[in-house]
């Protein structure tokens, strides 16, 4: 065939696709009475240190173990006698471990007489298939035998620990900027180390700490002082050569993130990488799957932390008033559109009312007294979602890139519909929940939620007046100024608030 019409076939990077998707080696071996090597990969070789380019064209059984070997011809003579496709499996024993590959045998050449010449073989590695069904039957069973997220998490180390060549195994998540370890197994003394070290864990640049801040997959291997800084220092002293670490996660909802480490680079290749991952995979599932669990059986509030990687009016906003950040102090529900007051993270670089002003979506709130900056945007918003399933904010963030909430939630049905309703609007939602032995304290009796207490124009009005210091000991600001922020008469501010008053005090007194 000719070669550019092949090519406009087969686009390079397509096959090169194909064969990197595809983990199956196609070779032909005369039928000498030995048998030849063509090429297997090189941590399965045994016998011979030279690469699998020097080895081609050698015998087998300089490759190949013995009982490897003596499969692999009768198979080939089985195919040659009966003219049929045969199958063998064949062991391969590497570094102390048993290595298994499979391999389709099939006739492809006859001579004068009928008579085969040569066969073709399609060879597999089965060991990382059986590894990758043993990971799904493993984390199901671990769902089955414990109840709590911790005990889950401290089963899926132990499992990493116990099947593998892997020295240490730890789940971590970040609070705060803090990086807490969930559960570990095997050499904890790295992490005491690197805890001890400089500024401690969370400023350490470890592969769990840069996967938890990017939210991707790390790799390191080989792990060198030089590469990776203190880190790698403390690591190759404690006998660790590589490092990966996977993120936990399963629709949308974060559960932190795996990281392993081993003494043996060469036992990190690729196919075992994807093998971590899968595992990773059904990690993230089990956890959602328990969380859900307690979730919808728990008496008590849940916390539900949620990251949204949109451009929303307050997310613009910040872009052009205070791009180091903002922080929302309290949201003001109102119809149809809803109130904030915002503190910025250093300093306004650009007047709140003036960047609002510019901003699409967005108005300045409360013009006329002195008190915080406080805007209103004039559309369905993130938090209004979570307030509407009865989930209460306790504290929100925002940057030009997004929003990150964290809330309380009455009961596993709200967050569900609360996570539902968020998706159907916003594209980036991500949501993590504190659940089981890390939520299950009870609610403080003198907790009250005040925007259910009143109407949404009372709790307006009650925040506005603690906002801008109706209450403060000074009154620097009177019931004139107060109907001025909210835009009512003083009549219906003065009612309003004796109202929101009489509910609170209804709620905590009696």
């Not at 005369?30 to 081609?56: I, M, R």
């Not at 080939?76 to 045969?86: D, H, K, L, N, P």
């Not at 700490?209 to 690591?235: E, Y």
């Not at 939602?429 to 009143?454: F, I, K, M, R, Y």
Request: proline share 4%.
């Amino acid at each position: 065939m000719d070669t550019a019409d092949e090519s406009a076939r087969h686009p390079p990077d397509r096959i090169g696709a194909v064969y990197e998707a595809l983990p199956v080696l196609v070779t032909t071996h005369a039928l000498d009475g030995h048998g030849t090597y063509t090429g297997v990969y090189t941590g399965l070789q045994v016998k011979a240190t030279e690469s699998p380019k020097d080895l081609v064209g050698r015998r087998l059984s300089d490759v190949l173990t013995d009982e490897a070997t003596d499969r692999l011809l009768a198979t080939f003579a089985e195919a040659a006698e009966t003219g049929a496709r045969q199958y063998v499996e064949h062991p391969v024993e590497f570094g102390g471990e048993s290595f298994w590959r499979g391999a389709y045998v099939a006739p492809l050449a006859y001579g004068e007489g009928g008579d085969v010449e040569e066969v073709v073989a399609a060879g597999f590695d089965l060991t990382r298939h059986r590894e990758r069904s043993r990971v799904l039957y493993d984390v199901l069973d671990a769902l089955e035998t414990n109840a709590s997220r911790a005990d889950l998490e401290a089963a899926f180390c132990e499992l990493l620990v116990e099947r593998g060549r892997y020295e240490l195994a730890w789940i971590g998540t970040r609070d705060d900027g803090e990086v807490c370890v969930r559960a570990s197994a095997g050499a904890a003394s790295y992490l005491e180390a690197i805890a001890a070290e400089g500024d401690g864990l969370a400023a350490s640049g470890d592969v769990a700490v840069q996967a938890l801040r990017t939210g991707d997959r790390v790799a390191v291997n080989p792990i060198t002082a030089a590469a990776t800084g203190d880190w790698g220092t403390v690591a190759t002293e404690q006998g660790l050569q590589a490092a990966v670490a996977v993120p936990l996660r399963h629709d949308g909802v974060d559960h932190g993130v795996l990281a392993v480490y081993l003494s043996d680079a060469e036992y990190l290749v690729p196919w075992r990488e994807a093998v971590l991952e899968h595992f990773a995979d059904a990690a993230g599932y089990a956890l959602s799957a328990a969380m859900w669990q307690w979730a919808l059986a728990a008496e008590t509030a849940a916390v539900v932390e949620v990251d949204i990687d949109a451009r929303t009016p307050l997310a613009a906003l910040c872009s052009v008033a205070s791009p180091e950040g903002l922080t929302v102090e309290a949201i003001v529900p109102r119809e149809g559109e809803t109130g904030y007051y915002l503190a910025p993270a250093r300093e306004w670089r650009v007047d709140p009312g003036e960047a609002a002003a510019e901003t699409a979506g967005v108005e300045p709130y409360g013009d006329g007294a002195d008190g915080p900056a406080g805007v209103v945007v004039d559309r369905e918003t993130p938090e209004r979602e979570l307030l509407a399933h009865g989930v209460r904010v306790s504290r929100f963030a925002v940057t030009p890139d997004g929003l990150a909430i964290t809330a309380r939630a009455p009961s596993g049905d709200a967050v569900r519909a609360a996570l539902a309703s968020l998706r159907e609007g916003y594209d980036g939602v991500s949501l993590s929940v504190q659940w089981g032995d890390t939520a299950d304290a009870p609610v403080p009796s003198c907790e009250v939620n005040v925007a259910a207490l009143c109407t949404d124009r009372q709790y307006e009005v009650l925040q506005a007046a603690y906002r801008h210091g109706y209450f403060d000991p000074e009154r620097s600001c009177n019931l004139t100024d107060l109907a001025d922020v909210v835009g009512l008469s003083r009549w219906t501010v003065s009612e309003h608030l004796d109202r929101a008053q009489q509910a609170l005090f209804a709620s905590l007194l009696d």
